[in-house]
């Protein structure tokens, strides 16, 4: 059974650091496209960030230069260093495993909330 568990979210004042991470079970995750979302409160979730399998990342335009990701394919895990945070950066983070349309796994999410 796959597993794909966050951690690392928190409060955190505006301009302030956090690293979320997720870690994933149960399937080879080297062969997994990781993503990072993001859903605020009355919004849609939102992509952040991407890695693929072979290593090449995108951002979302507004966290591009703040944010990066990064996968440890040694420990099964991806990480989002989260830099110079804004209040617009609140809400629950995602992780999104995808191999191919049959397999795809989401996790239970992690709260960050930037103060102002």
């Known amino acids: 059974q796959v597993q794909v568990v966050e951690s690392g979210g928190g409060l955190v004042q505006s301009g302030g650091s956090l690293r979320l991470s997720c870690a994933v079970s149960?399937?080879?995750?080297?062969?997994?496209?990781m993503n990072w979302y993001r859903q605020a409160p009355g919004k849609q979730r939102e992509l952040v960030a991407g890695?693929?399998?072979?290593?090449?990342?995108n951002y979302a335009d507004s966290v591009k230069g703040r944010f990066t990701i990064s996968r440890d394919n040694a420990k099964n895990t991806v990480y989002l260093q989260m830099n110079s945070l804004k209040p617009d950066d609140t809400g629950v983070y995602y992780c999104?495993?995808?191999?191919?349309?049959?397999?795809?796994?989401w996790g239970q999410g992690t709260q960050v909330t930037v103060s102002s």
């Open positions: 999104y495993a995808r191999r191919d349309v049959f397999n795809k796994y």
């Open positions: 890695i693929d399998s072979s290593g090449s990342t």
């Open positions: 149960g399937t080879i995750f080297s062969t997994y496209a």
